[in-house]
Antibody, heavy 120, light 111 residues
Framework: EVQLLESGGGLVQPGGSLRLSCAASGLSLSTNAMSWVRQAPGKGPEWVSVIATNGYSTYYADSAKGRFTISRDTSKNTLYLQMNSLRAEDTATYYC?????????????WGQGTLVAVSS | QSVLTQPPSVSGAPGQRVTISCTGSSTNIGARYGVHWYQQLPGTAPKLLIYSNTNRPSGVPDRFSGSKSGTSGSLVITGLQAEDDGVYYCQSYDPSLTESVFGGGTRLTVL
């Protein structure tokens, strides 16, 4: 059974930083693409970033480019999202998800999410 | 404004059938990219319901089915049950944006 467990969310001031973690079990990060998807309160999901199966190809939504960094530690089977220069509009629940990248692109398994609130 | 367009709400009585539409464009659904559907029950994470237009993951009841035609996809739920009450999102990929894109969601109310 695949389980994804996010942590690291919390309340942070505008301009601050947070690092989110996603501990995976039941699947290996070294053989799967992984993604972060966020959902602002009362809104639909928004894709944030993906790290490809190869581990070095990374992609970001325009809203995350230059501020967020996705990475993984295969020895810990853990996915990360380093978020810098946080803004109020980054307030959302952040989910990690297993991402299928061939032959189609979708999110197969989701974690339970971790809440990030950016406010002074 | 979402790239994919869904009706804000649909409703139906237990046992009835409902259809949720998802309209995209020639750069996403109208291209070779599939339509995928997620169910989000109150207080929970989204869950994959239909992938690549018509396929159900293991464990998803056959009351849920999907289709794609042109630049649109549809989710059909037959034999509505109270536990189907929630929000349903469609998703596809848009290479012109180099992003996975979602619809705004459709709130299903089981009367």
């Amino acid at each position: 059974e695949v389980q994804l467990l996010e942590s690291g969310g919390g309340l942070v001031q505008p301009g601050g930083s947070l690092r989110l973690s996603c501990a995976a079990s039941g699947l290996s990060l070294s053989t799967n693409a992984m993604s972060w998807v966020r959902q602002a309160p009362g809104k639909g999901p928004e894709w944030v970033s993906v790290i490809a199966t190869n581990g070095y190809s990374t992609y970001y939504a325009d809203s995350a480019k230059g501020r967020f960094t996705i990475s993984r530690d295969t020895s810990k089977n853990t996915l990360y999202l380093q978020m810098n220069s946080l803004r109020a509009e980054d307030t959302a629940t952040y989910y990690c998800a297993k991402f299928l990248e061939w032959p189609d692109y979708y999110f197969e398994y989701w974690g339970q999410g971790t809440l990030v609130a950016v406010s002074s | 404004q979402s790239v994919l367009t869904q009706p804000p709400s649909v409703s139906g009585a237990p046992g009835q059938r409902v259809t949720i539409s998802c309209t995209g464009s020639s750069t996403n659904i109208g291209a070779r990219y599939g339509v995928h559907w997620y169910q989000q029950l109150p207080g929970t994470a989204p869950k994959l319901l239909i992938y690549s237009n018509t396929n159900r993951p293991s464990g998803v009841p056959d009351r849920f089915s999907g289709s794609k035609s042109g630049t649109s996809g549809s989710l059909v739920i037959t034999g509505l049950q109270a536990e189907d009450d929630g929000v349903y999102y469609c998703q596809s990929y848009d290479p012109s944006l180099t992003e996975s894109v979602f619809g705004g969601g459709t709130r299903l109310t089981v009367l």
